[in-house]
């Protein structure tokens, strides 16, 4: 499988299992079954709720030598509640106890977003902290003593804008070398790929296939269905593969690593083998014409009345 390259020459296959969404008692079949078809590459994250149940699919698949911890490449993500540098390095490591690990390959901060301490899910405005209160960079801070520790071997951060990378990498000691950001056909993002990718800053894309089991504070009427697509429709028709598999093959071939979610072992199987689909320039040509600037992660929850956050100053567009 193709990979990306980090520093040190650390390898991310381009592929990865997503964890989102993927409910109590079946995580760990789909971890389990997703490495014995070969996956290399789990997403993780603290707020998703089932990294004790994925550590324990991890340690048992160690154990019965499918393979080894050096030949994955686990990430994982900090929560917004523990953005304070003192809460930093206790938030890794209650993920790596739970994931049953001693060291993650990539910890990003999940949101450029701040609960006050103690908020687990805010209930209003007032849950928030700003990021003047608290400066993203000293939260970075506490994320490069990780890498000296050697408890995460990379660092990186998820749904940052352009701006806010910008000013990270102007500032940082170790620069971040992943941004995992919402992308699909619906939403390209082609500026922020191609500033990341000139960076040195690797791209993760999540929700690649639409998100379609999004819980229902994320839908609103007039969404569009992405793997209802008429015209990646008829690509897959023409090319004998499913919908998905041309979704995740379009986002391999932009050099951007891609996590679909699944906890059913025939899709588990069917998105691993999209890694070896090619696609022609002009299927790639069709698909970048569908771009419309969709989000079905959108951010709302982070704005409510009172709240520092605005979806303007969220996504800094
Ligand atoms: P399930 O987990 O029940 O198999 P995303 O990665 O964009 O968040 O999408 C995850 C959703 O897409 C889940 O509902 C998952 O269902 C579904 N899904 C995953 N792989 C496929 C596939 N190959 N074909 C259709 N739906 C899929």
Redesign the pocket.
């Known amino acids: 499988m193709k990979t990306l390259t980090f520093s040190n020459n650390h390898e991310m296959p381009i592929l990865g299992l ?1 964890t ?3 409910e109590a008692g079946k995580v760990y079949n ?1 971890v389990k079954e997703a490495l014995k078809i070969g996956y290399r590459h789990v997403d993780c994250a603290y707020i998703y709720g089932n990294e004790a149940e994925i550590g324990q699919a991890l340690s048992e698949a160690f154990q019965e030598g499918i393979l080894s911890r050096e030949e994955l490449w686990v990430t994982s993500k900090l929560w917004n509640n523990a953005h304070h540098t003192e809460d930093v390095e206790p938030a890794i490591k209650q993920t790596l106890s739970d994931l049953k690990l001693d060291y993650l390959d990539l910890y990003l901060i999940h949101w450029p977003v701040m609960f006050k301490k103690g908020v687990h899910m805010p209930q209003s405005g007032a849950d928030f902290m700003s990021l003047e209160e608290l400066p993203i960079i000293d939260t970075w801070r506490a994320m490069e003593e990780l890498v000296d520790k050697g408890l995460a071997k990379h660092i990186g951060v998820s749904n940052f804008s352009k701006k806010k990378i910008e000013n990270l990498l102007a500032e940082a000691r170790i620069k971040p070398e992943a941004n995992q950001v919402e992308l ?1 056909p619906y939403l390209q993002q082609k500026d922020l790929v191609a500033f990341c990718q000139q960076n040195g800053v690797h791209m993760t894309a ?9 819980p229902d504070r994320l839908r609103t009427e007039d969404d569009p269905i992405l ?1 209802e697509d008429p015209t990646v429709q008829g690509i897959a028709q023409e090319l004998g593969v ?4 041309v979704l995740l093959s379009w986002s391999i071939h932009r050099g951007v690593s891609v ?6 072992p025939s ?2 199987q ?2 691993f083998d999209a890694a070896n689909l090619a696609l022609t320039s002009e299927h790639l040509e069709t698909i970048a014409a569908l771009d419309r600037h969709r989000r079905y992660v959108a951010g709302a929850f982070w704005c409510p009345e009172g709240s520092p956050y605005t979806l303007a100053n969220l996504w800094d567009e």
């Open positions: 997503g989102w969404k993927s789909a699909h999540y929700s690649p296939l639409g998100s379609p089991d999004r793997l499913s919908v998905a598999q996590i679909p979610k699944s906890v059913t899709r588990i069917q998105n």
